[in-house]
């Protein structure tokens, strides 16, 4: 199927002759409804399946920054938008009374990115990274629509070697990423879109419930600050 005709399949109402404004609109406004439909209808199918791998990967981050760990969030192309979201919610959290957690977002250095791809290949910049900077203890969060991004799969296998706790967010089968990581997200579509919302949905709870599973801890450094 040519861009042209795969395109025509997904909006028919586009193409032809001279379209009818009002039924144009009408044609879209299905479009929207239908789109958002499928949305929340994919979204309501992921937390059904996977509330209890959710739940687990936030006691498991939550156990991370407890004993003093870091975490460290990778993802390729709109998954590394997304690495850099996580990596602020927890670095920056905007509910009050929530302390800001270790977070450090791989994508974002983009010298060491390009060097390390250009000098020994793209399947390393995230493994680099980890070397120098991660330790046992330490938590990681990948997210690959597929997941079966090479370097996101070779940065998970070597945060095993090295003793972190590891979590990644999928889509479709889950991928390679579901064989290698500890607690591993799948969003039961493989559509990239459908899959990446449902990806922004999951890393807000489990942020929620590490801040929720850490409220001893965090109960007990603001009545210090106010003290103080």
Known sequence: MTGNSALESLYPFLHGK???????DAGLLHSIESKARESRDTNARFFDQQGGVLLDAAK???AVYRRGGRMFAMGNGGSSCDAAHVAVEFLHPITAGRPALSATNLTADVAMTSAVANDVGFEHVFVRQLIAHA?????????STSGN???LIAAFAKAKEMGL??????GGDGG?????CDHCLVAPTTSVHRIQECHVVAYHILWDLVHTLLADDRGSAISKDVAA
């Open 60 to 62: 498991a981050l939550a």
């Open 149 to 151: 991004s090479a370097n």
């Open 18 to 24: 001279e379209q009818d404004p009002a039924a144009l």
């Open 135 to 143: 330790r046992a203890g330490d938590g990681l969060v990948g997210l």
């Open 176 to 180: 390679k990423m579901a064989k290698v």
């Open 165 to 170: 706790t590891t979590i990644g967010l999928s």
